[in-house]
């Protein structure tokens, strides 16, 4: 393959996953939970789509943080690293060995992580706006004592979620791993063509179910919304996040879930998103079929409290680490 027809490749392959990401959020609203909930939902163009495109047109105002152009500039960093490991996963790069290995998505899906510890920690106001009174959480309201703003409640959720929460999720990416015996796209993809997709086997079926549930933490969709809950007035660290760069939140959620469905087409089915195979139809069918099996699940679960939180993502990891044992067997 020639150095153009990998490039137009790897566009090619951009474009269609940008396409696609814009439909996933509203694919999960109107067809599974208003279906559900016994509803009309919004439009399928809701969420992915005209929501964005609205928050473009808005006004950008200055936040009141203590670094506003990094504050900012986040939800485009989020998005740049979700960017780079769709990049990462697909084959015309497989050359560039030691930037195409789990360790890589692992550290990127990490920087996604941790950019809602800072966006929690730069946002010091209700709203984007200064109050005309101090935003007390807890404290005493003498001048000279500390005071903890709401989104600082974010960021110590962020934290849980890094330290914790995405457990099962990073310990499904080694399964593939360990059955392969190599850390590097390419081998473990290799491995699935001479001995059939990892997903066929119980380490793979039992790493398919807790890659699942990390999927769900890592949006934070119930019942692990553990970011986005009711103690935080709205949305946890992207409440304060308006005009476009709120839009672009918006997008990376969709673009997200399309790459972590690609993440699992390449490890456990050795399909990696490449436009010129037909097994992109492959790719857009998990993207699809994720969204709709995580709303069906959120849909009927309970929201989970940090008492249920803890033993359930202890649980699951777990099970990721019988996985691992089992795939040596």
């Known amino acids: 393959m020639t150095t153009i027809t990998s490039l137009i490749a790897i566009i090619g392959t951009l474009i269609v996953a940008l396409l696609v990401s814009i439909w996933l959020p509203g694919i999960e609203r109107k067809f599974v939970q208003a279906r559900i909930q016994q ?12 929501a964005p495109l609205k928050f473009f047109f808005k006004e950008t105002i200055k936040p009141n943080s203590p670094m506003p152009k990094l504050y900012n500039a986040l939800p485009i960093v989020s998005f740049l690293s979700v960017l780079f490991i769709l990049l990462i996963l697909m ?14 998505i692992v550290g990127l899906l990490k920087i996604e992580e941790v950019i809602y510890m800072f966006m929690g920690s730069l946002s010091k106001s209700v709203m984007s ?26 960021s110590l959720r962020a934290y849980r979620l890094i330290a914790f929460g995405s457990f099962p999720l990073y310990i499904a990416l080694f399964v593939p791993v360990a059955m392969s015996r190599s850390i590097y796209l390419s081998g473990i993809v290799a491995y699935q063509q001479v001995h059939g997709p ?17 999927y769900m933490i890592l949006l934070n969709e119930y019942p692990f919304a553990i970011l986005k809950t009711k103690a935080d007035v709205i949305e946890g660290p992207l409440m304060e996040y308006a005009a476009k760069y709120r839009a672009y939140v918006y997008i990376t959620r969709g673009f997200l879930m399309f790459v972590l469905a690609s993440i699992f087409t390449t490890l456990f089915l050795g399909i990696p998103p490449n436009l010129f195979s037909w097994t992109i139809l492959v ?12 709303a069906i699940m959120s849909a009927f679960s309970p ?16 099970i990721g680490i019988l996985a691992i044992l089992a795939s040596f067997l």
């Open 39 to 50: 509803r009309v939902g919004p439009p399928i163009s809701s969420a992915g789509i005209m």
């Open 91 to 104: 084959p015309q790069l497989y050359v560039f060995a030691a930037f195409t290995s789990i360790i890589a």
């Open 129 to 154: 706006l200064k109050m005309p009174f101090p935003d007390i959480v807890k404290g005493a309201k003498h001048p000279d004592t500390h005071r903890s703003y709401l989104e600082e409640l974010s």
């Open 198 to 214: 990892i997903l066929f086997t119980l380490a793979g079926v039992l790493g398919a179910i807790v890659f699942f549930i990390g």
């Open 283 to 294: 790719t857009i069918a998990v993207a699809l079929i994720f969204p709709i099996l995580m």
């Open 303 to 318: 929201i989970f409290t940090y008492k249920q939180f803890y033993p359930t993502v202890a649980g699951v990891s777990v």
